[in-house]
């Protein structure tokens, strides 16, 4: 391409990457600074404004003294969760629909296909009702049921699965394995891009959840991070924006270590699913 | 291929199976239902929808949403397109930017809410930004003519840098060699964008408009945390409307009308999309 030529190039595109990076850092040195300094360096701006002076960890020991330490946790283990039943079963099923001949294959293909058109969070009302009656509020199992079942998952597995050479599942039929043994020794270690993949839709899904957290787990015992975070109380001196920051930055970092680690397949596979879907 | 045994089929398939269809298909389905009925009839009719389509709140929300999916799409994916187009390059700490961009897109937008919802306070650092250029403070969230554009605003940060990811990876699956046969022909910078990057980058920009769409239509988190969709109405997007009906005033019947608007209306621009972006030359190729 003609990139070579323009030198102003390199530097809008690190205005660009700093620009949409700067709020994430002033969440993280409002994170590191004490309370009453979190508005006072703003007018006039000034390096301190963008950069902590009198850095502390105060922050960080009162909001994992609070409530707050079991909102993350509850996050963290309802994803760890959903993500490790929804990839076995969403690969099960994708493997199911690649491989497997049965009467209504069609059917149960366009079910998955609605299922994933169909919004989530458009039908988290209704879904709620019926959650409600089924005494499922305030439990794990109904914060982490909806995350497992993900009909694009099983899209994405079955799309996967039918490019493994058919030859390879004959052999493993001629060395006497089961449809299981096939399953798990020969599809799933040729997968990884398709778990990366599918690992990360189960993950933001699960980790990202607003609504259905709010509606299915209001108790503090079980309230999600995500939720917890826009709760905060006010204390006699006012909001703590100080924990409010800090509580942002934690929720943010997990996400971000394992988007930025995983980005290369984030990119390269969602992108040839676009194309295929 | 043999036909499958039903138990080992039923191993694999049916507990995602019925996941599907108890968590996904049968709360449509009885939203649906619901929605036939009106509260305390068994007859089926349509009143509720003529209830809600009658109702002036629900109708400014339908106009607020349509006003924000027109403005946030077309934004959103222009300069997801410019950010990709920019980022699309080999010059040094080119990763560091491109992770940079991307990195609010691993924020939950509950969390970008809050976030932003503290920048855009009145005494918060935009308006002290705006304030050494010279600019009067302004007030964001609480004013009916900017509380839709702050909401936009917030979910921007974190959707630009995702949908630039998935353009990116488009832009560098185009052959080098279309770019060097035009370069031939003596193409200048925009016809080479005209007839060589945006047709290639067909595919990727269907999937980014149309699941981009889809998920504007269902922001509700900054919406439900700043502003509970005022001032006056101005940020009342369809589905703040409805968990205020189904969650907050507890009308089920209505909120299940609403909810069949709203999956209607994303089926239906998830199809138009689709056939608007199917080019003539896809089937001459």
């Known amino acids: 391409m003609t990139t070579r030529r323009f030198s102003f190039r390199p530097l809008a595109a690190a205005a660009c990457g700093l620009l949409f990076f700067l709020p994430i850092w002033w969440v993280a040195v409002g994170a590191l600074r004490p309370r009453e300094d979190i508005f006072r360096y703003l007018s006039p701006l000034s390096w301190r404004t963008l950069w902590p002076t009198d850095t502390t960890i105060a922050n960080i020991v009162m909001l994992f003294q609070s409530d707050f330490t079991r909102a993350l946790f509850n996050s963290v283990f309802v994803t760890v969760v959903a993500v490790a039943f929804g990839l076995i079963l969403c690969a099960m099923a994708g493997f199911a629909l690649a491989v497997m001949r049965f009467r209504g294959r069609e059917f149960v293909f366009f079910l998955i296909v609605v299922s994933f058109l169909i919004p989530f969070d458009a039908i988290a009302l209704p879904l709620f009702g019926l959650m409600l009656d089924a005494g499922l509020q305030n439990t794990y199992i109904g914060l982490i049921l909806p995350g497992i079942g993900n009909g694009l998952a099983v899209f994405l597995y079955r799309q996967f699965f039918l490019g493994i050479p058919k030859e390879l599942r004959e052999a493993g039929v001629v060395d006497g394995m089961s449809t299981f043994g096939i399953f798990w020794r020969i599809y799933l270690p040729l997968s990884r891009p398709a778990h990366i993949t599918a690992g990360l839709i189960l993950f933001l899904f699960q980790w990202q959840a607003y609504l259905w957290p709010l509606l299915i787990a209001p108790d503090t015992k079980y309230k999600v991070a995500a939720v917890a975070i826009a709760q905060f109380t006010d204390n006699v001196e006012g909001t703590q924006y100080n924990l409010i920051f800090t509580a942002a930055f934690f929720i943010a970092l997990i996400p971000m270590i394992i988007i930025t680690y995983f980005q290369k397949y984030f990119t390269s596979s969602v992108a040839s699913m676009g194309g295929k879907g | ?285």
Do not use: C, H
């Not at chain 2, 019925?18 to 929605?35: G, K």
């Not at chain 2, 007030?139 to 990811?165: C, E, H, K, N």
């Not at chain 2, 060589?196 to 919406?223: E, G, I, K, S």
């Open chain 2, 1 to 285: 291929m043999r036909v499958a045994k039903p138990t080992v089929l039923l191993a694999f398939l049916g507990p995602t199976l019925l996941l599907l269809i108890v968590l996904r298909i049968w709360p449509a389905t009885a939203a649906f239902v619901d929605s036939l009925y009106a509260p305390r009839s068994d007859q089926i009719s349509l009143d509720n929808y003529r209830f809600i389509f009658s109702d002036r709140v629900f109708q400014q929300s339908l106009m607020v949403s349509a006003i924000y999916s027109l403005i946030v799409n077309p934004l959103q994916i222009a300069m997801a397109l410019m950010l990709a187009l920019l980022l699309n390059t080999k010059t040094a700490m080119i990763g560091l930017w491109r992770t940079l961009v991307l990195l609010p897109a691993a924020v939950p937008l509950s969390v970008s809410a809050v976030i932003w919802g503290i920048g855009l306070r009145p005494d918060g650092p935009i308006n002290a930004l705006l304030m050494t250029m010279g600019i009067d403070p302004q007030r964001f969230l609480t004013s009916p003519d900017q509380a839709l554009w702050s909401i936009i605003l917030i979910v921007s940060w974190v959707g630009v840098g995702y949908w630039m990811t998935f353009l990116l990876a488009g832009l560098q699956e185009i052959p080098k060699s279309l770019y060097e046969a035009v370069r031939i022909d003596g193409a200048n910078r925009w016809q080479t964008f005209r007839y060589v990057t945006l047709p290639q980058l067909r595919r990727t920009l269907t999937f980014v408009l149309v699941a981009n769409t889809v998920a504007n239509f269902l922001v509700f988190a900054p919406v439900q945390i700043l502003t509970q969709g005022g001032p006056r109405g101005s940020t009342n997007l369809i589905m703040n409307e409805i968990f205020t009906l189904g969650f907050v005033q507890g009308d089920r019947s209505s909120a299940a009308a609403a909810t069949v608007v709203l999956v209607t209306v994303v089926l239906a621009v998830v199809l138009i999309q689709f056939r608007m972006m199917q080019a003539p030359e896809d089937n001459a190729a």
